[in-house]
């Protein structure tokens, strides 16, 4: 296997990138790391309230339609507010990126890992329309389109873990969601924490 | 017919609106429908449906920040459900939320799975430090919420206000 995107590589080619957007993330690690690369005034790092970063995202996205928004969420704080996913499908502004950093495991509890128990894209399918760019081809990512896209290798249940999606296909995805200001999109990232 | 009062709605629904409020979240229970049908019609709204009622909590958090006023409409079991966003969200990063929450469950209550929360919803307020008041007669409506709201954007602190039968609830006793 090739070595492993670390989440933090993974930031840090994007950093640039969040500049002028606001950038809102969930606790521990994900927000460490963040911060780690350098404080921005336009950075939110939610320190608990697990599972509500997605849910302040969609906020601030529908108070300010003319901003960029991102969310970085993990797949363990997703898991505590799935039913959030079908909030922000029905009302899916363009202006919000949500990215899932999926370890498949509460990594901030080090002593306690887990395996989270479901593939966030396998559980949020039902609820909005996919646009899933697995292989690349992107070809229902027309503008307009919406729904939740994986930006890793797969939606499907994969056959090893962890697999961790290539970066460049993180940033094309990336790219494509943000400045398309397309609809709201669950971007699955695949990395792994170190 | 529902006898929940339309037009005791309408003057909860006129008196956030009176307050700035642009932005509802909600998720439906009986006492709610006029009040979620009224920002569902009124284009100056942005109504948020919810799966839960604590992604509310999230929501108005984020329209704050974002400088947008907003509240949340929800059942006191909803506010039950919310606690943790309430405590480790709003209250840790000082949100002024304002809360209506219908307080089903008391006095005159005919469904039996209302009551244990009827029983509990002003105590968990009380332990929670939550200021609340209770909208009973439509009298006192708009300086109530006008209050609330006045309140929890001055001790940047969730304040809430209990929508009771008496308001809410036009069948005779």
């Not at chain 1, 495991?105 to 395996?115: D, H, V, Y």
């Amino acid at each position: 296997m090739s070595p492993a995107l670390t989440r933090l590589d993974a930031l840090g080619a994007v950093y640039d990138r969040l500049a002028d957007l606001t950038v809102v993330t969930i606790m521990g690690a994900v927000a460490a790391e963040l911060q780690s690369l350098g404080h921005r005034e336009n950075f939110f790092y939610l320190q608990h309230a697990m599972g509500l970063a997605s849910s302040m995202g969609l906020g601030i996205a529908l108070a300010q339609p003319h901003r960029g928004v991102v969310v970085l969420d993990g797949d363990g704080s997703l898991l505590m507010n799935l039913g959030g996913l079908t909030t922000l499908a029905r009302y899916r502004p363009g202006n919000l990126l949500h990215v899932v950093f999926d370890n498949e495991s509460l990594l901030s509890a080090p002593s306690i890992p887990r395996r989270t128990v479901l593939h966030a894209a396998q559980v949020a399918e039902p609820f909005a329309d996919i646009a899933d760019e697995s292989d690349g081809a992107g070809s229902r990512d027309a503008p307009g389109d919406h729904g939740v896209a994986t930006a890793s290798s797969t939606a499907r249940p994969r056959q090893s873990s962890p697999m961790p999606g290539p970066l460049s296909r993180v940033l094309l995805a990336r790219d494509r969601h943000v400045s398309a200001l397309g609809k709201h999109r669950v971007v699955r990232w695949a990395a792994s924490t170190r | 017919m529902s006898p929940v009062s339309t037009i005791h709605s309408r003057v909860v629904y006129d008196a956030l609106t009176a307050c700035g409020i642009r932005l509802l979240s909600a998720l439906p229970e009986t006492w709610l429908v006029h009040l979620i049908r009224l920002a569902e019609e009124d284009p100056d709204m942005i109504l948020v449906r919810l799966a839960k009622e604590e992604e509310g909590v999230g929501i108005s958090a984020g329209a704050h920040l974002a400088g947008m006023r907003s509240a949340m409409l929800m059942q006191n079991h909803g506010f039950l459900a919310s606690i943790n966003g309430i405590v480790s969200g709003a209250q840790l990063y000082r949100i002024p939320l304002l809360m209506l929450i219908s307080d089903r469950g008391t006095m005159g209550e005919r469904d039996p799975w209302q009551t244990e929360g009827g029983a509990v919803t002003e105590a968990v307020l009380q332990t929670l430090r939550i200021p609340f008041a209770r909208l009973e007669q439509p009298g006192h409506v708009a300086t109530r919420v006008a209050q609330a709201q006045t309140l929890a954007y001055a001790a940047n602190k969730p304040a809430a206000l209990l929508l009771c039968r008496d308001l809410m609830w036009e069948e005779p006793a």
